[in-house]
């Protein structure tokens, strides 16, 4: 099994600075991407920013220039650094990884969710 741990959310006031962390442990072959998903209350939920293994890394229109995605592929993790956070932020965050437990076959796996809250 694969699991994803999460951390970092919270309240913050409008113009503050939070960062997400998230790390993957199980049997874990290989991962081909890391990013970061939101979904807001009434709201489907949408991706955030994700990086892949080759490091490319891609965002939302809505986060471009403010919130910055890094990955650590020694430890399985990746980060979400979320400065100048707006009210329109305010979301559950959720850490996703795809990956392989095996030679065939590719999965996607999900965190619990992280509460990040902006008050304006």
């Known amino acids: 099994q694969v699991q994803l741990v999460e951390s970092g959310g919270g309240l913050v006031q409008a113009g503050g600075s939070l960062r997400l962390s998230c790390a993957a442990s199980g049997n874990i072959f290989s991962i081909s991407a890391m990013g970061w998903y939101r979904q807001a209350p009434g709201k489907q939920r949408e991706l955030v920013a994700i990086?892949?293994?080759?490091?490319?890394?891609n965002y939302a229109d809505s986060v471009k220039g403010r919130f910055t995605i890094s990955r650590d592929n020694a430890k399985n993790a990746v980060y979400l650094q979320m400065n100048s956070l707006k009210p329109e932020d305010t979301a559950v965050y959720y850490c996703y990884t795809r990956g392989r437990i095996g030679p065939i076959g590719e999965y996607q796996w999900w965190g619990q969710g992280t509460q990040v809250t902006v008050s304006s």
């Open positions: 990086v892949t293994s080759g490091s490319t890394a």
